[in-house]
């Protein structure tokens, strides 16, 4: 069986290989069953050597439930009482971070950075250095509301350095951009199994370092559902996960593993970067901008100024490439009209430049003057 191809450019759920989406029609099955459990530990340990970690010092704690649910499950779950998080904020994402442990009502530094260039690292030192009660660390490593690369293995150094844990939210970088969680200084990480891996929406995982999950059974618990412990402990006693797993989307999960080892690391983060530079030729050649610079970008994310043509129309253009199979996604940069394109996915240049034509051809059926007229 075909399932027709969409060349999704928003930033995750990715566009996916026929055989991960036909991986997930499988005989129906009780999660309970030792078979499955086997699978989901498979996937467990597969999913810390993406990032280089070894079992004896990682594990990987799946969750069922959107990105997010580990970025709350990191947050609340990792910070001893009388500790406080500090939260480089320089963007949507370290935002929710903050949004999370507000809704908690844990203490915290949030500490705003530009959200259009890297972190001055002096100034999370000095934050550091006057705070001594920080816990954590927490910092996203790809911003994707605006595609900015953080400096994780910077931050985590100077996090270490000052006795802090070092959490890094990586949804929008794991199994993209490789990251050796050894070298990078990274204490615990996160994705969902629908950016990255090209897998399907509904599993996510922390992956973490195993002494910290084990001291961290006597820290605050501040939720029933989302503690880190509770479900790593629960895991390792059983072999199964507290509460109902997202059954297809494991199956889904293990094929696209698979894939991802064919593909190979290198080779998988090359073809991602050969998908932004045919993105980044197709806007240089109709002149669109971007709102970071190039040098900043994860190379994953163009955030694109609107053009400043009375034609434009978001929605139009983006009705008009999405009938004819291509997502385009909005921006999430305050008071800025931008626009997302994103090299998520299994997807290549070719499939960049097909979209350009139909990009190319809204905008004339539109009548956006090219080359892009913007006014500064
Ligand atoms: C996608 C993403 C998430 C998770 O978002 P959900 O909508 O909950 O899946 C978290 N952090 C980053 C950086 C992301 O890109």
Redesign the pocket.
């Known amino acids: 069986m075909q399932v027709e191809r969409k060349i999704l450019l928003n930033?995750?759920p990715s566009t996916t290989t026929d055989t991960v989406k036909m991986a997930q029609i499988v005989p129906d099955i009780c999660p309970r069953e030792k078979e499955f459990g086997q699978i989901m530990d498979d996937i467990s340990h597969e999913l810390v050597r993406i990032v280089h970690g070894k079992d004896e010092d990682y594990a990987a704690v799946l969750f069922c439930g959107?990105?997010?649910i580990c970025?709350d499950v990191a947050l609340n779950s990792l910070l001893d009482k009388d500790k406080k998080a500090l939260v480089v904020q320089n963007g949507s994402?370290s935002e929710r971070a903050c949004e999370v442990l507000r809704a908690y009502g844990m203490p915290h530094v949030e500490l705003k950075q530009p959200i259009d260039s890297p972190p001055d690292i002096s100034v999370i030192e000095e934050t550091l250095r006057q705070n001594e009660d920080i816990g954590y660390v927490y910092m996203?490593h790809?911003?994707?509301g605006t595609g900015l690369l953080n400096p994780i293995r910077e931050v985590g150094e100077l996090a270490h350095k000052y006795g802090a844990y070092f959490i890094t939210?990586t949804?929008?970088s794991y199994a993209m951009i490789p990251i050796d969680l050894y070298k990078d200084n990274i204490d615990f990480c996160m994705a969902?199994a629908q950016?990255g891996i090209m897998g399907m929406t509904g599993l996510s995982y922390v992956i973490g370092r195993r002494d910290i999950i084990e001291k961290s059974k006597d820290f605050p618990v501040r939720s029933y559902y989302c503690n880190l412990y509770l479900q790593y402990h629960y895991f390792e006693t059983t072999g199964q996960m507290h509460f109902t797993p997202p059954v297809q989307t494991i199956y889904a999960a293990r094929q696209a593993i698979s894939e991802y080892y064919e593909e190979g690391e290198e080779k998988k983060w090359e073809r991602h970067q050969r998908v932004m530079a045919a993105i980044h030729k197709g806007e240089d050649e109709i002149g669109l901008k971007e709102a970071l610079k190039r040098e900043v970008q994860s190379g994953l994310v163009s955030a694109v100024r609107y053009p400043e043509d009375p034609n434009w129309d978001f929605d139009k253009i983006h009705d008009y490439c999405y009938e004819r199979g291509f997502t385009i996604y909005p921006g999430k940069i305050e008071q800025k009209g931008t626009f997302r394109l994103c090299a998520l996915g299994a997807i290549d240049d070719k499939d960049i430049e097909a979209f350009w034509v139909v990009f190319k051809e809204a905008l004339g059926q539109y009548d956006v003057a090219v080359p892009i007229h913007y006014n500064a």
């Open positions: 930033p995750g959107s990105g997010t970025i994402y996203t790809h911003e994707t939210d949804t929008s969902s950016k």
